[in-house]
């Protein structure tokens, strides 16, 4: 079984970037598809990124061209590089792992981290 453990959150101003990290704690990322959520205050669990297990990454149509998921398996870490962030960006963001790339449906995936706070502010 994988643990995941998320961070790089912080409060960013609009138009800056920042990186997230989902570090296992145990077991390997590598096993699995792992994939970004993040949800803000009020509002539902949203997919943001999912990353196969040979590196290809998916995105939301809000997001795409801006975020990028990449997964390093020697160092059992994916990471989520976000640019241009927008206000509407905050929210804690969750890594989660799962078996089907390209799926951004929470209830596919079986294994989630606690979650790290992004704050976009001026």
């Known amino acids: 079984q994988v643990q995941l453990v998320e961070s790089g959150g912080a409060l960013v101003q609009p138009g800056d970037s920042l990186t997230l990290a989902c570090e296992a704690s145990?077991?390997?990322?590598?096993?699995?598809?792992i994939a970004w959520f993040r949800q803000a205050p009020g509002r539902k669990r949203e997919g943001v990124s999912s990353?196969?297990?040979?590196?290809?990454?998916y995105y939301s149509n809000s997001v795409k061209g801006r975020f990028f998921a990449s997964r390093d398996n020697a160092k059992n870490t994916v990471s989520l590089q976000m640019n241009t962030l927008e206000r509407e960006d905050t929210a804690i963001y969750y890594c989660a792992a799962g078996p089907t790339c390209g799926v951004l449906n929470p209830e596919d995936y079986t294994h989630w981290g606690r979650g790290t706070q992004v704050t976009v502010s001026s």
């Open positions: 990353v196969c297990l040979g590196g290809t990454a």
């Open positions: 145990a077991g390997t990322v590598g096993s699995y598809v």
